[in-house]
């Protein structure tokens, strides 16, 4: 018999769990900076930062994702507290990535006010305008979102074709990078897919048999062109949008994983064909795991949080030596120098969390991970979903082995030897 108590307690349950779903421009104007320095010529396709915020037991979290490069230091601190006031919670309840798109900007505020201090002239930097109109696009569209009671949540996965492909591959004994339009070059294109994880990941948040909003997880950089003044989200905003349209209306949010040393280069040549093939294909990726979603009733949701100081790169003296004598520089290496420099004398610690709903466990790391880490995640918890490039400002963080082979990721690395131990001891602290 249902009591008027257990109705009540019913009716309790079913509204534990509300999610809204957001979505705000992200696009920069004309003349405004892509990564590092490139100014912006042509908008091809719009840029966007979308995410959810999620509601359960008077607490709210927001995960959102960026069309951008990377978002690092008081810019990424500055666009948290922005989501936060849309969301009306605490900053530490935020999560803010990207998809590290490359023809999107970069931006390092630590690093832009080192370079003001400085530099009589500094590299062109994005406008204090723009980040405060992008900062009140991220409030409104917050706190606009139109909240949900949701009573089903599904989780689904599928092998994605020919998209990921290593960056780092060992050929005949010796270490070879291939970058992401690595298919000029045949025999770069001949070399295997692996070490990948071909599995994109579905979140999927629903309500009376109506998805609301799907998170997708997928380690690989996206980006099949870079640095000429166009901007775009590449293939896989293409891919995401396009889903969308499919969908019924449930919003599509796209997080990467930790595909630091994971490019499209096996599969791209930088042609127009390319990208519209890499598109399709991580397409029917999405919707194969969408297609594969096994639902459950929502559980209880638990947000953990672990705070981790990271060694700096050896050779900072020399990134130093670049900022005391800039004449002779790039504005690229002077900016990437001031990332590291601020890097090295951050205070701030970076934030590793974990959001639990019932068995279902989303890991947020900052930085450009590489996949060891993704993999040492998994190893612990089978079915985890990651999210990697949150704040950026450590650049690559690579397993200790890679800082002792070399080559790209470590050489671009802001962080150094030692990260490995810290790290790990994070993620197994925040998935156990
Ligand atoms: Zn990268």
Same mark, same amino acid.
């Given at each position: 018999?249902?009591?008027?108590?257990?109705?009540?307690?019913?009716?309790?349950?079913?509204?534990?769990?509300?999610?809204?779903?957001?979505?705000?421009?992200?696009?920069?104007?004309?003349?405004?900076?892509?990564? #590092?320095?490139?100014?912006?010529?042509?908008?091809?396709?719009?840029?966007?930062?979308?995410?959810?915020?999620?509601?359960?037991?008077?607490?709210? @979290?927001?995960?959102?994702?960026?069309?951008?490069?990377?978002?690092?230091?008081?810019?990424?601190?500055?666009?948290?507290?922005?989501?936060?006031?849309?969301?009306?919670?605490?900053?530490?309840?935020?999560?803010?990535?990207?998809?590290?798109?490359?023809?999107?900007?970069? !931006?390092?505020?630590? /690093?832009?006010?080192?370079?003001?201090?400085?530099?009589?002239?500094?590299?062109?930097?994005?406008?204090?305008?723009?980040?405060?109109?992008?900062?009140?696009?991220?409030?409104?569209?917050?706190?606009? /979102?139109?909240?949900?009671?949701?009573?089903?949540?599904?989780?689904?996965?599928?092998?994605?074709?020919?998209?990921?492909?290593?960056?780092?591959?060992?050929?005949?004994?010796?270490?070879?990078?291939?970058?992401?339009?690595?298919?000029?070059?045949?025999?770069?294109?001949?070399?295997?897919?692996?070490?990948?994880?071909?599995?994109?990941?579905?979140?999927?948040?629903?309500?009376?048999?109506?998805?609301?909003?799907?998170?997708?997880?997928?380690?690989?950089?996206?980006?099949?062109?870079?640095?000429?003044?166009?901007?775009?989200?590449?293939?896989?905003?293409?891919?995401?949008?396009?889903?969308?349209?499919?969908?019924?209306?449930?919003?599509?949010?796209?997080?990467?994983?930790?595909?630091?040393?994971?490019?499209?280069?096996?599969?791209?040549?930088?042609?127009?064909?390319?990208?519209?093939?890499?598109?399709?294909?991580?397409?029917?990726?999405?919707?194969?795991? !969408?297609?594969?979603?096994? #639902?459950?009733?929502?559980?209880?949701?638990?947000?953990?949080?672990?705070?981790?100081?990271?060694?700096?790169?050896?050779?900072?003296?020399?990134?130093?030596?670049?900022?005391?004598?800039?004449? %002779?520089?790039?504005?690229?290496?002077?900016?990437?120098?001031?990332?590291?420099?601020?890097?090295?004398?951050? %205070?701030?610690?970076?934030?590793?969390?974990?959001?639990?709903?019932?068995?279902?466990?989303?890991?947020?790391?900052?930085?450009?991970?590489?996949?060891? @880490?993704?993999?040492?995640?998994?190893?612990?918890?089978?079915?985890?979903?990651?999210?990697? @490039?949150?704040?950026?400002?450590?650049? @690559?963080?690579?397993?200790?082995?890679?800082?002792?082979?070399?080559?790209?990721?470590?050489?671009?690395?802001?962080?150094?030897?030692?990260?490995?131990?810290?790290?790990?001891?994070?993620?197994?602290?925040?998935?156990?």
């Amino acid at each position: 018999m249902i009591t008027a108590a257990s109705l009540l307690l019913l009716l309790h349950v079913a509204a534990d769990l509300r999610v809204a779903p957001f979505r705000a421009d992200a696009t920069p104007d004309m003349g405004e900076p892509l990564i #590092w320095t490139t100014p912006v010529t042509k908008i091809m396709d719009p840029l966007y930062a979308k995410g959810v915020i999620l509601e359960s037991k008077g607490k709210r @979290y927001v995960m959102c994702s960026m069309d951008w490069c990377g978002i690092s230091g008081s810019t990424h601190r500055m666009l948290t507290e922005a989501l936060a006031k849309g969301a009306n919670t605490k900053p530490e309840y935020v999560e803010l990535h990207t998809l590290h798109q490359h023809s999107a900007p970069y !931006v390092d505020g630590d /690093a832009y006010a080192l370079m003001r201090k400085l530099l009589p002239k500094p590299p062109l930097l994005m406008s204090d305008a723009y980040l405060a109109k992008l900062a009140n696009n991220l409030t409104r569209a917050a706190q606009s /979102a139109t909240f949900q009671d949701i009573d089903q949540v599904g989780l689904g996965e599928a092998k994605v074709e020919k998209v990921a492909s290593a960056r780092r591959l060992k050929v005949d004994g010796k270490l070879v990078i291939r970058f992401s339009t690595g298919a000029k070059d045949p025999k770069m294109a001949a070399l295997p897919e692996a070490p990948i994880d071909p599995m994109i990941r579905t979140l999927t948040f629903a309500s009376k048999g109506k998805p609301v909003a799907r998170m997708h997880y997928y380690a690989t950089h996206p980006q099949t062109f870079c640095c000429d003044g166009r901007v775009s989200g590449d293939m896989i905003n293409a891919a995401r949008e396009g889903f969308e349209k499919e969908d019924g209306g449930a919003m599509q949010i796209n997080f990467d994983g930790a595909g630091g040393n994971v490019t499209v280069g096996k599969y791209n040549d930088g042609s127009d064909a390319a990208r519209e093939a890499l598109a399709e294909r991580l397409k029917q990726g999405i919707r194969d795991s !969408v297609k594969a979603t096994q #639902w459950t009733s929502p559980g209880d949701v638990d947000w953990r949080a672990e705070n981790i100081r990271l060694p700096h790169r050896p050779d900072l003296a020399d990134h130093k030596a670049i900022l005391a004598a800039p004449a %002779k520089r790039t504005d690229i290496e002077i900016y990437r120098a001031a990332i590291s420099v601020v890097f090295a004398e951050r %205070k701030r610690p970076l934030t590793l969390t974990a959001l639990r709903i019932g068995g279902i466990r989303i890991l947020h790391m900052p930085g450009e991970v590489l996949l060891e @880490y993704q993999n040492f995640a998994r190893s612990l918890q089978p079915n985890v979903l990651v999210a990697a @490039y949150g704040d950026l400002q450590s650049g @690559y963080l690579c397993p200790d082995v890679a800082y002792q082979e070399g080559g790209y990721e470590p050489s671009a690395s802001n962080a150094g030897p030692g990260t490995e131990a810290i790290l790990k001891g994070a993620i197994r602290k925040l998935l156990r």
